[in-house]
């Protein structure tokens, strides 16, 4: 069974770059046809999708999101990694990371983890 775990800092000065790690067992981040994606929640808000890195190593981001977001991974620790710079409080958010299938399907999801932009 795939599992997904989100690590990183739970606390991020404003104007910094908040980076977080998703570490993927039960699979690899390589097979066909997975979208491994971040997602957001900021508190008393819907889900926002951040973007996702494919299974082809391609990209792509949510256009509200892009300029300030980076979206990488390490086959060899088979994990992904978020990088979003320029944070300001409104980045404030339960971060989670997930698998899509096509047609936008999430297969698996972490269990989130809160990140709070605050000086």
């Known amino acids: 069974q795939v599992q997904l775990q989100e690590s990183g800092p739970g606390l991020v000065k404003p104007s910094q770059t908040l980076s977080l790690t998703c570490t993927v067992s039960?699979?690899?981040?390589?097979?066909?046809?997975?979208?491994w994606s971040w997602i957001r929640q900021p508190p008393g808000k819907g889900l926002e999708w951040i973007g996702y890195?494919?299974?082809?190593?391609?990209?792509n981001y949510s256009p509200s999101l892009k300029s300030r977001t980076s979206i990488s991974r390490d086959t060899s620790k088979n994990q992904f990694t978020l990088q979003l710079s320029s944070v300001t409080p409104e980045d404030t958010a339960v971060y989670y990371c997930?698998?899509?299938?096509?047609?936008?399907?999430?297969?698996?999801w972490g269990p989130g983890t809160q990140v709070t932009v605050s000086s």
């Open positions: 890195i494919a299974y082809s190593g391609s990209t």
């Open positions: 039960g699979g690899s981040i390589t097979t066909k046809y997975h979208y």
């Open positions: 997930a698998a899509a299938r096509p047609g936008g399907k999430y297969e698996y």
